[in-house]
């Protein structure tokens, strides 16, 4: 190993959460400690997500040595890509080495890890080496030694959280006075402006617009061209002749949301913001109106990642259905104010729950490789558990006619080595705000109660 080249040893949690992270590192040379190999063979067994990319990562590595047979492993091999993997940048390739000498260590693996680190810091005292991990106290352990150790961040959509867009703009006082030529038209009973953009509005497909003040305006932006930008004047679902399935909108951005998720051409709804500021509510009462009165979808299709917040359950018996039904107390609570009809007493309301319940499936995230969703409204709760894959594992299942719905809140990320800007939810809305079939709203106000807002803000 020459030359003033990083050299990179991975941690198995790497190889784990991202089989193709072998390939990121540019011109860097990557070492693989002899632990890490041991740890990948008892992870490959199963069939969860870690167990599916732990026996790629041994694909891989069975690819590069099969390649790399002429030479000697001692010399490293080349990290030549494999097919079908996107890399960011540039296509230097560095090389791979494995942990030849293995010292009789018996202690903890990640000790065993670092060990092999500081040995490989010895060998080549004029370069650096970096050890790549996730977790956190193994970095803190390498830190002791003297080695430095990085996180893995590939995979980050954002360097920084509040840099993520919200879907929400406010609109200048003088903005109509800015743009003095504008063409508007009114097309089946909606009004639609078309104007010139300037350079400083820098509007995305499906972006809210308001005017602040007394006679503030709703619209949302239709299209983007190179200098012009059609908006569309929003409905509004505060009032009552245009409330969604018995729900009202009770401030902006909840009326943003209803109108994203009402509106046919918008495939794919992100819709982020704290506990009780009404995102499964939004998203169910739309999906009920859709599927029930206009029957533009077959049914909802409601899941979500299984991951507790305390202790897990045990096994469970029944269905799949009833397996998740634990996890889906948001969603029966959220029917409790749905399915809520004035008349007809108590009978009345238990014909009207079952009749919403048999439009409403519950399934599981574990079961959804291979799937194909037709015409189908998709739920996907506490999307801010998800990996990057997962999220593309689920938003590719959409067949023709179906929406995928995401809500989350990314202060509540409950699954090991994900973080606010590593979450499947922020890589997905960063990814597809150019898109002009999808919309995200952030949602800021608590709309549940005055006890839950203070709590909120204080505790």
């Given at each position: 190993?020459?030359?003033?080249?990083?050299?990179?040893?991975?941690?198995?949690?790497?190889?784990?959460?991202?089989?193709?992270?072998?390939?990121?590192?540019?011109?860097?040379?990557?070492?693989?400690?002899?632990?890490?190999?041991?740890?990948?063979?008892?992870?490959?067994?199963?069939?969860?997500?870690?167990?599916?990319?732990?026996?790629?990562?041994?694909?891989?590595?069975?690819?590069l040595?099969?390649?790399?047979?002429?030479?000697?492993?001692?010399?490293?091999?080349?990290?030549?890509?494999?097919?079908?993997?996107?890399?960011?940048?540039?296509?230097?390739?560095?090389?791979?080495?494995?942990?030849?000498?293995?010292?009789?260590?018996?202690?903890k693996?990640?000790?065993?890890?670092?060990?092999?680190?500081?040995?490989?810091?010895?060998?080549?005292?004029?370069?650096?080496?970096?050890?790549?991990?996730?977790?956190?106290?193994?970095?803190?352990?390498?830190?002791?030694?003297?080695?430095?150790?990085?996180?893995?961040?590939?995979?980050?959509?954002?360097?920084?959280?509040?840099?993520?867009?919200?879907?929400?703009?406010?609109?200048?006082?003088?903005?109509?006075?800015?743009?003095?030529?504008?063409?508007s038209?009114?097309?089946?009973?909606r009004?639609?402006?078309?104007?010139?953009?300037?350079?400083?509005?820098?509007?995305?497909?499906?972006?809210?617009?308001?005017?602040?003040?007394?006679?503030?305006?709703?619209?949302?932006?239709?299209?983007v061209?190179?200098?012009?930008?059609?908006?569309?004047?929003?409905?509004?679902?505060?009032?009552?002749?245009h409330?969604?399935?018995?729900?009202?909108?009770?401030?902006?951005?909840?009326?943003?949301?209803?109108?994203?998720?009402?509106?046919?051409?918008?495939?794919?709804v992100?819709?982020?913001?704290?506990?009780?500021?009404?995102k499964?509510?939004?998203?169910?009462?739309?999906?009920?109106?859709?599927?029930?009165?206009?029957?533009?979808?077959?049914?909802?299709?409601?899941?979500?990642?299984?991951?507790?917040?305390?202790?897990?359950?045990?096994?469970?018996?029944?269905?799949?259905?009833?397996?998740?039904?634990?996890?889906?107390?948001?969603?029966?609570?959220?029917?409790?104010?749905?399915?809520?009809?004035?008349?007809?007493?108590?009978?009345?309301?238990?014909?009207?729950?079952?009749l919403?319940?048999?439009?409403?499936?519950?399934?599981?995230?574990?079961?959804m490789r291979?799937?194909?969703?037709?015409?189908?409204?998709?739920i996907?709760?506490?999307?801010?558990?998800?990996?990057?894959?997962?999220?593309?594992?689920?938003?590719?299942?959409?067949?023709?006619?179906?929406?995928?719905?995401?809500?989350?809140?990314?202060?509540?990320?409950?699954?090991?080595?994900?973080?606010?800007?590593?979450?499947?939810?922020?890589?997905?809305v960063?990814?597809?705000?150019?898109?002009?079939?999808?919309?995200?709203?952030?949602?800021?106000?608590?709309?549940?109660?005055?006890?839950?807002d203070?709590?909120?803000e204080t505790?």
């Amino acid at each position: 190993m020459t030359g003033s080249k990083r050299i990179y040893a991975l941690d198995t949690n790497v190889l784990l959460h991202d089989p193709t992270s072998l390939f990121h590192f540019e011109e860097h040379d990557v070492f693989i400690p002899m632990t890490v190999l041991e740890e990948l063979d008892e992870k490959k067994k199963g069939a969860s997500e870690v167990s599916r990319n732990g026996r790629q990562v041994s694909r891989f590595l069975n690819e590069l040595i099969e390649r790399g047979k002429q030479h000697d492993l001692a010399d490293g091999l080349e990290l030549t890509n494999p097919a079908g993997i996107k890399l960011k940048r540039g296509s230097a390739v560095g090389r791979l080495y494995f942990q030849q000498r293995v010292s009789n260590g018996h202690g903890k693996a990640d000790n065993q890890i670092l060990a092999a680190v500081i040995e490989l810091h010895e060998q080549h005292p004029d370069r650096t080496v970096i050890l790549v991990t996730k977790d956190i106290n193994l970095r803190i352990k390498a830190s002791i030694q003297g080695i430095t150790a990085e996180d893995y961040e590939n995979d980050r959509a954002l360097d920084d959280f509040s840099l993520l867009y919200n879907g929400v703009d406010a609109l200048p006082e003088d903005f109509w006075e800015q743009h003095p030529e504008v063409e508007s038209w009114t097309e089946r009973g909606r009004t639609y402006y078309r104007l010139d953009r300037h350079e400083s509005e820098e509007w995305y497909p499906n972006e809210c617009l308001y005017m602040p003040g007394e006679g503030g305006i709703e619209l949302r932006v239709l299209e983007v061209g190179d200098d012009t930008a059609t908006l569309v004047l929003l409905d509004d679902h505060s009032h009552a002749n245009h409330h969604v399935w018995g729900i009202g909108a009770r401030n902006r951005e909840q009326n943003f949301a209803l109108n994203a998720l009402m509106d046919p051409d918008i495939d794919f709804v992100t819709l982020l913001g704290n506990a009780g500021t009404g995102k499964t509510l939004l998203a169910l009462a739309a999906g009920l109106a859709q599927v029930m009165d206009q029957q533009r979808y077959r049914e909802i299709i409601m899941t979500r990642a299984t991951v507790s917040v305390g202790e897990d359950i045990g096994f469970l018996p029944g269905t799949e259905e009833e397996k998740m039904t634990p996890w889906m107390g948001a969603l029966t609570d959220n029917l409790e104010v749905l399915a809520n009809p004035e008349d007809g007493g108590s009978w009345g309301r238990q014909a009207t729950n079952d009749l919403l319940a048999s439009r409403i499936k519950i399934r599981s995230l574990n079961f959804m490789r291979g799937r194909t969703f037709l015409s189908r409204y998709l739920i996907i709760d506490e999307a801010q558990n998800l990996t990057p894959k997962q999220m593309k594992t689920l938003i590719t299942r959409a067949g023709p006619g179906t929406k995928i719905v995401c809500l989350g809140n990314v202060e509540q990320i409950d699954t090991p080595y994900l973080t606010e800007t590593t979450s499947g939810l922020t890589y997905a809305v960063d990814r597809f705000k150019q898109w002009e079939h999808s919309a995200h709203i952030t949602l800021r106000r608590g709309e549940r109660s005055r006890l839950a807002d203070f709590a909120a803000e204080t505790l």
